[in-house]
């Protein structure tokens, strides 16, 4: 075990992937020689040679279009978009053509694809570059999102996403990057992909966030456990969500607020409280409670610090729910 | 005219429209221009073109029979792209795998699939795309070919294979960003493909000349680094020749090639309601059929002694007695289950879809 930060957990995954299947490929802009204008990459060309870990031009429908060639050829391809605002260059790389591929073909062909991007907000870039567009991405078939809230998950399911033969948008928080560390197992494992995760287990009130969210969700529990015993779920991949492990604790709770970063309109929130609603609705005696942003564009960076919601107001809308 | 001591626009544009001659040899007239390539070829390579071009003329006028009588679904007519189209994918190898537009069924079909394929896939049947072609389904997406195009040539080179990847889109095609991205990108890694841009005239009904300001599409290679040539896409015998060559060159390990085509579209963009006369009139027309390619090499067939109305006639039953055949077998494929549907999704079906595909499976089996 050693303590390491998000950034070198997904080092350490690439490194294994590429390590154990010679099929893996990683390329993008400036993951070669640079590293990644993050590092997560760093060290991998010098280890695994250029046509393993190499430049692209700058275009991401061509990374993208790319790697959907490179998986009808019997390839594994790990392209990296290098922030998620630009993967509105490649929408359809993504959701029209990757997601689909095993669809068209009957699985006669299919592009086992593994897209990596950082995203999410706190770290005050330039515009475009900390969007949470999960909510996009979420309604594509035949495409997994997975969003890890840790070190340690995002190792075990960067693992996962690589060997899956379906295609995977494997979202990174910016903001995790480097402000988290975990005691990381040197080698191998892995987090099983579509399975939520209870991270704190509690009786009074199911929290359900994902990505950084969970982090303050579980604040609040800690803040709040004399009052109450607050259950916490990681989602871990968003798209498909585990509404079993919801629908087990919230039968226990009778309570849920569900969080997350991104603007409240048509997402992976909703999608949760309309799987309960539809199908666990009996199981609640409040109202579902919602911490998600503004409706708004996303804020320029210095409005991102009120904009985006935290522990203040996960803790507000919980409190509501614990005294409805 | 504003002038400049330091650089001349006027000529460096004047400088972009002077072309070299597109290469042909045989003009309309089908008199024989390049004597030496011609004689490269045999009177049985001869007959062999002139019979996939009556080949895909009757594919063509069977489907839109077939069409007409409501039995297809998507069709995107073909008729006078025949040179362009079989002289380019004739120069394909099985190895190699192509990346076609919704025009290039009949190179599809050259390369493997089967006519009943082709079918199912105008009716929007999966069982259309389970072909034994290495080869991508139709693109729908305009563009999106060439970007994937990059990947697939840079996969076959990974792999040390001694194939290359061969895609197709038209004049309208060029004008899509993606179109430049997997230039690029395949110049970039000088990776083994060729484009192939059939310039028809026409996206729809915009007219080639609205698409662009460059004096020819072959010219949009040029700025990705890839050497291009534009060919007389009505004389099939130098689509062939140019395409040959491109695979030699591109196998040799010399990195991607673009090829345009001047031809063009008859009829329709699709059977779905295109009329072509909203934008087009008979006088724009009549001099490409003059042009066609058909009537080109049949003339050099005939002198020679190599064919007849009759023998024509006869392979045309033939033909279309195997396209009735292809639409029968079609006809007997049972429908699409969504419990499929969802199956084909993804490898591994999420939980929610297992449920999903439980109560289809119950519904389908009642």
Partial sequence: ?324 | MAQSSVVDFDAIKKNLADLPKPIQILDENSKVVDKEAFDSFSDDDLVEFMKKMVWERALHEQTMNFSRQGRMGFYAPTEGEEASEMGTVLAMKKQDYLLPAYRDVPQLIQHGATVTEAYLWSRGHVVGNKYEARAMMPQIIIGAAYDEAAGVAMGLKKNGEEAIAFTYTGDGGTSQGDSYEGMNFAGAFQVPALFIVQNNGFAISTPRNKQTAAPSLAQKAVAAGIPSVQVDGMDILACYKVAKAARDYIIAGNGPVMIETLTYRYGAHSSAGDDPSRYRTEEDTKPWHEKDPLIRLRKVLEDKGLWSDEQEDSLVDEYKATFKDAIKEADAVPVDKVSDMLKRTFEIPTPEMRKEIEKFEAKESN
Avoid: C
Avoid at chain 1, 4 to 30: C, R, S
């Fill in chain 1, 1 to 324: 075990m050693a303590k390491k930060t998000y950034i070198k957990a997904i080092t350490d995954a690439l490194d294994i992937v590429l390590d154990e299947d010679p099929k893996t490929l990683i390329f993008g802009e400036d993951v070669g020689k640079n590293g990644g204008v993050f590092r997560t990459t760093q060290g991998l060309q010098d280890k695994y040679g250029e046509d393993r870990v190499f430049d692209t031009p700058l275009a991401e429908s061509g990374i993208l279009g790319l790697a959907t060639g490179l998986g009808v050829t019997g390839w594994r391809p790990i392209p990296e978009i290098q922030f998620m605002g630009f993967s509105f260059e490649a929408i359809d790389q993504i959701a029209g053509q990757e997601a689909r591929m095993r669809f068209r073909f009957d699985g006669k062909q299919h592009s086992p694809v593994t897209i990596r991007t950082p995203y999410g907000g706190g770290t005050h870039t330039a515009e475009m570059h900390a969007d949470n567009l999960e909510n996009f991405f979420t309604g594509v078939p035949g495409l997994r999102v997975v969003m890890p809230s840790n070190p340690y998950d995002a190792k075990g399911l960067l693992i996962s996403s690589v060997e899956s033969n379906d295609p995977v948008l494997f979202m990174e928080n910016l903001k995790l990057y480097r402000s988290m560390k975990d005691d990381i197992p040197e080698g191998k494992y892995t987090v099983p992909l579509d399975q939520a995760n209870v991270v704190q287990e509690g009786t009074d009130l199911t929290i359900v966030a994902y990505g950084a969210e969970v982090n303050e969700a579980k604040k609040v529990a800690d803040k709040l456990k004399d009052k109450a015993s607050i259950e916490v779920i990681d989602l871990r991949t968003v798209s498909p969500i585990d509404t079993d492990t919801i629908f087990k604790s919230i039968e226990k709770t009778h309570k849920v607020v569900i969080v997350q970063e991104a603007q409240k309109m048509a997402g992976v929130g909703a999608q949760v409280a309309s799987a309960i609603a539809e199908d666990a609705i009996l199981s609640l005696d409040a109202p579902i409670g919602r911490v998600a942003a503004p409706n708004s564009v996303y804020p320029f960076a210095q409005g991102e610090d009120y904009w985006i919601p935290g522990a203040d107001e996960i803790e507000e809308k919980v409190n509501e729910i614990l005294n409805y």
